[in-house]
């Protein structure tokens, strides 16, 4: 197994560090997926329990300008670690103002990510600042569980109202109660609303657009086919706190956020931005 | 949406509708007060006063006067109710509590009498918040009995000097000594921490003094525990009055500017500490 990336553009660098941060802010630890074309954040949840799950993939080449890798094997040509995306976001803080960024997976005592930073200097010796991540391989025999989630047909899609008006009003509602009713309609309607014994809180958004059924789905047997009327609520019930840390997470204004709503099971934030998707499921939590 | 038939159709069952443009002219004076979690809200035609008690000692009321409000319409002389503020305040900010200039919070606020909830609508940018807090029975309020006619001392100054002071208390001692005095140091604030006593001088030819009426020497002991939460409040306002009566009871009154530039008022009494006050008569 090898992997070995060289980040030279301070754009590219800031734009890999954002997309670590918003992982960090999801998810303690997680898993990176490595294989020729992506990096992916991938985190299982247990769904019983009420865990969320996150997928996030953004393409090596548009971050790296050298890459290399090599899989566990020809026809398994991937590479799973699981990591603390802190410890990334950390390395990274180094190379705010870096020459150049390199990447290597290495086996120091245990396996770890190599983080090599070289530094604007004064002189002509070169400031490097080495950060070592710790890594855990994991076996071939795991890989079958963090394969991407299915993107099964959902009762309702739309895309959401911008983040930081939503995460306002959640960080407020999290003070009231620890579930909040997500209800959605055809008619570009959403609503937010907690409920407790004293105090009946929602807010309402208008105008909302849906995106077209095939656009943004990759599986092109999902199909809607409209059955009710446009003014019918799609509901779920999440927990406060997770819709919280989701909308919480983004340090930029993302291109795209569209919400999916599987009533009873699951609500799935599909976030865009350039090149970057990610995806967050919440567990539907039901009365 | 059809707001205003819904509006015209409700309003009807109601008692008491109070309509703000800019929510935070409401929150900000409610956060002045907000050191416990109920407060005792009466309504009348001159408009809502907030009270809100600790102790048995300390007392703090809120007035915001019907002329801040749009429309304030009430009718019944009086509505009284108990509330949790902590839920209100949350309600009121609901669209974050920073200000971000160009955007306000517009609210209309409704009760339709005995046993019913506090109706908030909040709108900003074209979003909608409905909120419905549950009211409760009230109770009754001290009435600390503080009438003009037995101030002894009294000073209005500034409240930026105050201010630090005020933040800089000695959190370690139990005890704020305030003397005021026709003669030197004229005010002083003294606290008796671990480290040491600290005392604040305030002459009364500083500028920051706007008014210096002291007849006699007096030196009262507060706990300091029950004060602390009137920074809350001497941090929004720009002038605060400080009297003290024959009792040792002490009137602060602050004067705190609105988005709108109106003025509204906050006051806190509280009682001395018992265990070792020292009242001279002259």
Partial sequence: ?287 | MPLNTQQAEDDGQYVLVAKLDNARNMSTILKAVHFKETALVIASAMGLKVTVEDSKCIQANAFLQAGIFQEFLIKEEQVTFKINLTVLLECLNIFGSSSTPGSTTALRMCYAGYGSPLVLMLEEGGVLTNCSIKTQEPDETLDFNFCSTNVINKIIMKSECLKEAFNELDMTSEILQILMSPDKPYFRLSTFGNAGSTHSDFPKESDMVEAFNCTQTQTNRYKVSLLKPSVKALSSSVRVSIRTDNRGFLSLQFMIKNEDGQVCFVEYYCAPDEDMEEDYDS
């Avoid at chain 1, 991937?78 to 990334?88: K, Y």
């Avoid at chain 1, 004064?122 to 994991?138: K, W």
């Avoid at chain 1, 795991?142 to 899609?157: G, R, V, Y």
């Avoid at chain 1, 599909?270 to 967050?280: A, E, G, P, R």
């Fill in chain 1, 1 to 287: 197994m090898r992997f070995r990336g060289k980040l030279m553009d301070i754009e590219c660098i800031q734009h890999f560090t954002r997309v670590v941060s918003t992982v960090s802010k999801l998810a303690k630890t997680c898993t990176l997926k490595i294989d020729r074309s992506k990096l992916y954040f991938i985190l299982q949840g247990n769904v019983v329990s009420g865990d969320i799950s996150i997928w996030c993939e953004l393409p090596q080449c548009h971050i790296f300008t050298e890459f290399n890798m090599e899989g566990l094997s020809e026809d398994a040509d991937e590479i799973f670690l699981e990591l603390t995306p802190e410890n990334i976001v950390k390395a990274m803080k180094s190379a705010r103002n870096a020459k150049w960024v390199k990447m290597k997976l290495t086996n120091k005592h245990i396996p770890c990510i190599t983080f090599e930073v070289e530094l604007p200097s004064l002189t002509n010796l070169p400031r490097t600042v080495i950060h070592d991540v710790p890594v855990c391989v994991i076996p071939r025999r795991s890989w079958a569980e963090f394969q991407e989630p299915k993107l099964t047909d959902f009762d309702i899609s739309i895309y959401m109202p911008p983040l930081k008006v939503v995460k306002n009003i959640v960080d407020r509602m999290k003070h009231l109660g620890n579930f909040v009713m997500l209800s959605v309609n055809r008619n570009g309607e959403m609503t937010l609303k907690v409920e407790t014994d004293l105090v009946s809180v929602s807010t309402h958004f208008y105008n909302l657009t849906c995106p077209n059924s095939r656009s943004w789905s990759k599986d092109p047997s999902v199909t809607r086919t409209p059955t009710q009327s446009c003014h019918h609520f799609v509901e779920a019930r999440v927990n406060i706190q997770k819709l919280a840390q989701f909308v919480s997470s983004q340090q930029v204004v993302p291109q795209k956020v569209v919400c999916n709503i599987h009533a009873n099971r699951t609500v799935h934030f599909l976030l865009l931005h350039n090149d970057v998707t990610l995806q967050y499921f919440l567990p539907v939590v039901s009365m």
